[in-house]
């Protein structure tokens, strides 16, 4: 069975300041790996995502996410945070081997609160 | 591009009602994937429709099913509602279902059972 955690229910963090909201995942095999963004009463916006290749990806909005295979990690990072940022953000995960499901395991999400 | 249009944005019902839910893909867009958010269980997977075919289920009763149609637009149907039905649902379309893709999302059906 695969599955994400993020481990930090809330991020709190000064605009101009670097963020990072962390996830670690478990999955048979290869992984490919999403982030998500929520703004209130709003679907899922895709933000960035990992297939293979190099380990450091970028997304919209000047995020990217640093995948790190011995430490089971995706790491989103943004150098200087803005107070546009504030939103809830999520985490995925999908198998590369696991037959023919597609379903998307989601993280429980996390806060990130960026203040002036 | 028009987006993923999930229809209505908000309903409320009664415990023991039934609901139909609608989601019209990204055109071109032929998996569509359907998922329940609530503060208590977070996102949850319900199930995907990939060319008319149920091609994957979650973890949830019988009551919660789904179609797809030849245009690719989908329909969830939840029967006997119950008070622990109300939640975020939320329909994602994808290219061709494959794996490496990204699930594009539509605003979502906030359904509250009273």
């Known amino acids: 069975a695969q599955s994400v955690a993020q481990p930090e229910d809330q991020v709190n963090v000064a605009e101009g300041n670097p963020l990072t909201v962390k996830c670690t995942y478990s999955v048979s095999g290869n992984p490919y790996l999403f982030w998500y963004v929520q703004y209130p009463n709003r679907g899922l916006q895709f933000l960035l995502k990992y297939i293979t290749g190099d380990n450091l990806v970028k997304g919209s909005y000047g995020f990217e996410a640093e995948f790190n295979k011995s430490q089971t990690s995706f790491h989103l990072k943004k150098p200087s945070a803005l107070v546009s940022d504030s939103a809830l953000y999520f985490c995925?995960?999908?198998?590369?081997?696991?037959?023919?499901?597609?379903?998307?395991?989601f993280g429980t999400g996390t806060r990130l609160q960026v203040t002036l | 591009k028009a987006g993923v249009t999930q229809t209505p944005r908000y309903l409320i019902k009664t415990r023991g009602q039934q609901v139909t839910l609608s989601c019209s893909p990204i055109s071109g867009h032929r998996s569509v994937s359907w998922y329940q958010q609530t503060p208590g269980q977070g996102l949850q997977f319900l199930f995907e429709?990939?060319?008319?075919?149920?091609?994957n289920k979650g973890n949830f009763p019988g009551r919660f099913s789904g179609r797809q149609f030849s245009n690719s637009r989908s329909e969830m149907n939840v029967s006997t509602l119950e008070l622990g039905d109300s939640a975020l649902y939320l329909c994602?379309?994808?290219?061709?279902?494959?794996?490496?893709?990204?699930?594009?999302f539509g605003q979502g059906t906030r359904l509250t059972v009273v």
């Open positions: 995925a995960v999908r198998g590369v081997n696991t037959g023919t499901a597609s379903k998307l395991t």
């Open positions: 429709y990939f060319s008319e075919t149920q091609r």
């Open positions: 994602a379309s994808s290219l061709a279902g494959a794996r490496n893709t990204e699930a594009f």
